[in-house]
């Protein structure tokens, strides 16, 4: 049997968007604006086209022209506004443009007096072609014509071929010769929720609590958690995530401070899962009923936010499962259930799943679970720990769960090596927690926005925490207010997606000794804030974030990811980037563009020059334009190097708003 070239007659080759080895389709999300490439070439020197075929979910195809990129790269770009969540097909087409091909070499060889006649010859046959496929064209036939009159001069036939009205009909319907096809690939568009939203974590348990004279509490209920939500809607907060709603163990409860010796009294951590009142399928009676539970949801879907709830696939020793499915967990030698460890931390209330002794039973009961709370009404659920469960399992139930509702989301709470946190992104999680927390420098924060925003985001999409129960990092423990406005100002405008846990409006920032823990952490007892109060007497971050929650809403170029570019100052820590897109893709037809000047240094004032590309956002370098701070309202005339002085104390973060002409 012939060996058949797996290249095609043009060679179309690395196309984007796709995964790493091409196992999984490449991800958006609806509204996203998804750059379209491929490498594109052919030997010689023929001047080629290509487009974006591009079949929505319903079935209707559209082309989209592709522009080369830098020089030499044979690379070639384009983008789409992916508006609709379903399976979008994409091919790339490339082809023989053959008569920009004529109108280059004429262009050198007719004023040079070389082959003038061959060359108006092959000129008017392909004009003759031009005018058979569209021949109600005026243009075309009056070109047609006149490079054919003997009464001209070869100038003047030339002339007539070389006319931008011309070149516009043959823009429209190019002459192609040689046309290549690519294979198809497919980019699952999932709902805006996927890659889009402003996430606000707190314990149901803790909102109205009330401590008694004895020192003990009346926790808090799904009720009277209910009467939060107005508060975190008004803030602009859009997802509201609960940590675990189940019922707790008792055995090996942790007390205050993840201590071993817990009172009556102490709660217990929510993720110690399971007790006699049932596991991950009931509701902690402290919290109420379904029905309480269905209030919850209720109150929220009237304030436009939707609930996140956790699913933690760990059991307290209390849990149904330990006795009714023992094969579930790991029995060590001395015939005990080894319980979690992530050294030098223990979770003596927690034992791990055993994934591999009963596979098929286990995930068929995850998946009855997620089934069960999707019927409650919950379509997002925040996964704890994935990385310490098989990738296959969870590739097996993302796709099961996704295949019946499309609309689930699962995010994935996976701080752990790079290969495991994207590859849990690649077989379906719908968002990730990332090393943001932890990306705190100039230098690191470069390369961080740059990895998401280009490197991974055909497949990744982060949810930018700045703090979680768990996380309270030195930056945030030392750097005082300014700290907390300047990560929160970074979370929500550097992507599309952002989280807050309660109690980051209050500048919370006193950890445990040794932990990167708060002290006194809600994880195992109640809390009480009174942020009505904070915010009265000016002690409170929450007017701030919902002035960012505010500029998202109102910005479209804030609710991409893959539109981030970093530029550049003088001042190793002042951090520059933009974020753009284009009016072609916008509501109103009007382009967007944000700059963001962060001093990311908490502790100084800081003077330096910022150096734009203001290409990167559709301006001429040579053109000054005005910037409108959103944040102080102040405006000024920017241009390729503008002074900066961003005082840590004040305000030190500069979000700019460039100031388009109307049309623009």
Same mark, same amino acid.
Not at 220 to 242: E, K, S
Not at 277 to 288: P, S, T
Not at 290 to 309: G, H, P
């Given at each position: 049997?012939?060996?058949?070239?797996?290249?095609?007659?043009?060679?179309?080759?690395?196309?984007?968007?796709?995964?790493?080895?091409?196992?999984?389709?490449?991800?958006? %999300? $609806?509204?996203?604006?998804? #750059?379209?490439? =491929?490498?594109?070439?052919? /030997?010689?020197?023929?001047?080629?086209? *290509?487009? @974006?075929?591009?079949?929505?979910?319903?079935?209707?195809?559209?082309?989209?022209?592709?522009?080369?990129?830098?020089?030499?790269?044979?690379?070639?770009?384009?983008?789409?506004?992916?508006?609709?969540?379903?399976?979008?097909?994409?091919?790339?087409?490339?082809?023989?443009?053959?008569?920009?091909?004529?109108?280059?070499?004429?262009?050198?060889?007719?004023?040079?007096?070389?082959?003038?006649?061959?060359?108006?010859?092959?000129?008017?046959?392909?004009?003759?072609?031009?005018?058979?496929?569209?021949?109600?064209?005026?243009?075309?036939?009056?070109?047609?014509?006149?490079?054919?009159?003997?009464?001209?001069?070869?100038?003047?036939? %030339? $002339?007539?071929?070389?006319? #931008?009205?011309? =070149?516009?009909?043959?823009? /429209?319907?190019?002459?192609?010769?040689? *046309?290549? @096809?690519?294979?198809?690939?497919?980019?699952?568009?999932?709902?805006?929720?996927?890659?889009?939203?402003?996430?606000?974590?707190?314990?149901?348990?803790?909102?109205?609590?009330?401590?008694?004279?004895?020192?003990?509490?009346?926790?808090?209920?799904?009720?009277?958690?209910?009467?939060?939500?107005?508060?975190?809607?008004?803030?602009?907060?859009?997802?509201?995530?609960?940590?675990?709603?189940?019922?707790?163990?008792?055995?090996?409860?942790?007390?205050?401070?993840?201590?071993?010796?817990?009172?009556?009294?102490?709660?217990?951590?929510?993720?110690?899962?399971?007790?006699?009142?049932?596991?991950?399928?009931?509701?902690?009676?402290?919290?109420?009923?379904?029905?309480?539970?269905?209030?919850?949801?209720?109150?929220?879907?009237?304030?436009?936010?939707?609930?996140?709830?956790?699913?933690?696939?760990?059991?307290?020793?209390?849990?149904?499962?330990?006795?009714?499915?023992?094969?579930?967990?790991?029995?060590?030698?001395?015939?005990?259930?080894?319980?979690?460890?992530?050294?030098?931390?223990?979770?003596?209330?927690?034992?791990?799943?055993?994934?591999?002794?009963?596979?098929?039973?286990?995930?068929?009961?995850?998946?009855?679970?997620?089934?069960?709370?999707?019927?409650?009404?919950?379509?997002?659920?925040?996964?704890?720990?994935?990385?310490?469960?098989?990738?296959?399992?969870?590739?097996?139930?993302?796709?099961?769960?996704?295949?019946?509702?499309?609309?689930?989301?699962?995010?994935?709470?996976?701080?752990?090596?790079?290969?495991?946190?994207?590859?849990?992104?690649?077989?379906?999680?719908?968002?990730?927690?990332?090393?943001?927390?932890?990306?705190?420098?100039?230098?690191?924060?470069?390369?961080?926005?740059?990895?998401?925003?280009?490197?991974?985001?055909?497949?990744?999409?982060?949810?930018?925490?700045?703090?979680?129960?768990?996380?309270?990092?030195?930056?945030?423990?030392?750097?005082?207010?300014?700290?907390?406005?300047?990560?929160?100002?970074?979370?929500?405008?550097?992507?599309?997606?952002?989280?807050?846990?309660?109690?980051?409006?209050?500048?919370?920032?006193?950890?445990?000794?040794?932990?990167?823990?708060?002290?006194?952490?809600?994880?195992?007892?109640?809390?009480?804030?009174?942020?009505?109060?904070?915010?009265?007497?000016?002690?409170?971050?929450?007017?701030?974030?919902?002035?960012?929650?505010?500029?998202?809403?109102?910005h479209p170029a804030l609710r991409q990811l893959r539109n981030l570019d970093i530029h550049w100052s003088d001042d190793d820590s002042i951090l520059v980037y933009s974020k753009f897109i284009d009016g072609r893709f916008t509501a109103d037809g009007r382009s967007d563009a944000i700059l963001v000047i962060a001093n990311v240094d908490p502790h100084s004032v800081r003077e330096t020059t910022v150096h734009l590309d203001p290409t990167r956002f559709g301006i001429d370098p040579a053109t000054p334009f005005v910037v409108t701070d959103l944040l102080t309202d102040e405006t000024f005339t920017w241009g390729l190097n503008n002074y900066v002085r961003l005082d840590a104390f004040t305000e030190p973060v500069h979000i700019l708003r460039v100031e388009f002409p109307k049309g623009s």
């Amino acid at each position: 049997m012939a060996y058949e070239p797996k290249v095609g007659r043009i060679p179309i080759r690395q196309l984007s968007p796709q995964q790493p080895e091409n196992l999984w389709p490449a991800k958006a %999300f $609806a509204g996203e604006v998804v #750059p379209f490439a =491929a490498t594109v070439f052919k /030997e010689g020197h023929d001047v080629l086209g *290509v487009d @974006l075929l591009l079949t929505d979910p319903s079935g209707i195809r559209t082309k989209h022209g592709m522009a080369p990129g830098a020089p030499g790269t044979d690379r070639w770009h384009t983008q789409a506004l992916l508006d609709r969540a379903g399976g979008w097909e994409y091919r790339i087409q490339a082809y023989n443009d053959d008569w920009a091909t004529w109108l280059h070499n004429a262009r050198i060889k007719i004023p040079a007096g070389i082959d003038v006649s061959l060359m108006l010859s092959m000129g008017a046959g392909l004009l003759a072609r031009a005018v058979a496929a569209d021949p109600g064209s005026k243009v075309l036939r009056d070109a047609g014509k006149r490079i054919t009159s003997k009464k001209l001069t070869a100038e003047e036939r %030339f $002339a007539a071929a070389d006319d #931008p009205r011309v =070149a516009a009909a043959l823009d /429209e319907q190019p002459l192609a010769s040689l *046309v290549t @096809l690519s294979d198809p690939l497919t980019v699952r568009v999932e709902r805006a929720r996927a890659g889009l939203g402003s996430w606000y974590e707190f314990f149901p348990r803790s909102e109205g609590a009330k401590r008694k004279k004895d020192g003990s509490w009346t926790s808090g209920t799904f009720r009277t958690a209910a009467r939060r939500i107005p508060a975190v809607a008004a803030m602009g907060f859009d997802v509201i995530y609960l940590p675990p709603i189940h019922p707790i163990g008792v055995a090996f409860r942790k007390g205050p401070n993840n201590t071993m010796t817990p009172t009556p009294d102490d709660p217990g951590s929510p993720w110690a899962i399971g007790a006699e009142a049932g596991g991950h399928d009931a509701i902690h009676r402290d919290l109420g009923t379904i029905t309480d539970f269905r209030f919850f949801l209720s109150t929220a879907k009237k304030n436009n936010i939707e609930v996140a709830i956790d699913l933690a696939l760990q059991c307290s020793p209390d849990h149904p499962w330990v006795t009714e499915h023992p094969e579930w967990f790991t029995t060590l030698p001395d015939g005990t259930i080894a319980y979690a460890e992530n050294p030098p931390k223990k979770y003596q209330d927690i034992y791990p799943i055993n994934f591999d002794n009963d596979p098929v039973g286990l995930r068929e009961e995850v998946l009855r679970i997620v089934k069960y709370w999707i019927g409650v009404g919950v379509k997002i659920f925040r996964v704890d720990n994935p990385h310490t469960k098989p990738l296959a399992f969870w590739e097996w139930l993302l796709h099961e769960v996704n295949t019946e509702f499309p609309e689930i989301v699962f995010l994935a709470e996976a701080f752990t090596r790079p290969a495991m946190l994207h590859s849990l992104a690649q077989v379906g999680f719908q968002q990730s927690y990332t090393y943001f927390t932890w990306r705190n420098t100039k230098p690191e924060l470069e390369e961080f926005f740059t990895s998401i925003s280009k490197l991974h985001a055909d497949f990744l999409r982060p949810n930018l925490f700045v703090n979680t129960p768990d996380i309270l990092t030195e930056y945030l423990q030392f750097g005082g207010p300014a700290a907390f406005k300047i990560r929160a100002a970074l979370a929500a405008t550097a992507a599309p997606t952002w989280g807050v846990y309660a109690g980051y409006e209050l500048f919370e920032n006193v950890a445990r000794t040794g932990s990167e823990e708060n002290i006194d952490n809600e994880k195992y007892e109640y809390k009480q804030r009174d942020f009505a109060k904070a915010e009265a007497l000016g002690r409170s971050l929450a007017p701030f974030l919902t002035r960012l929650n505010g500029i998202r809403a109102e910005h479209p170029a804030l609710r991409q990811l893959r539109n981030l570019d970093i530029h550049w100052s003088d001042d190793d820590s002042i951090l520059v980037y933009s974020k753009f897109i284009d009016g072609r893709f916008t509501a109103d037809g009007r382009s967007d563009a944000i700059l963001v000047i962060a001093n990311v240094d908490p502790h100084s004032v800081r003077e330096t020059t910022v150096h734009l590309d203001p290409t990167r956002f559709g301006i001429d370098p040579a053109t000054p334009f005005v910037v409108t701070d959103l944040l102080t309202d102040e405006t000024f005339t920017w241009g390729l190097n503008n002074y900066v002085r961003l005082d840590a104390f004040t305000e030190p973060v500069h979000i700019l708003r460039v100031e388009f002409p109307k049309g623009s």
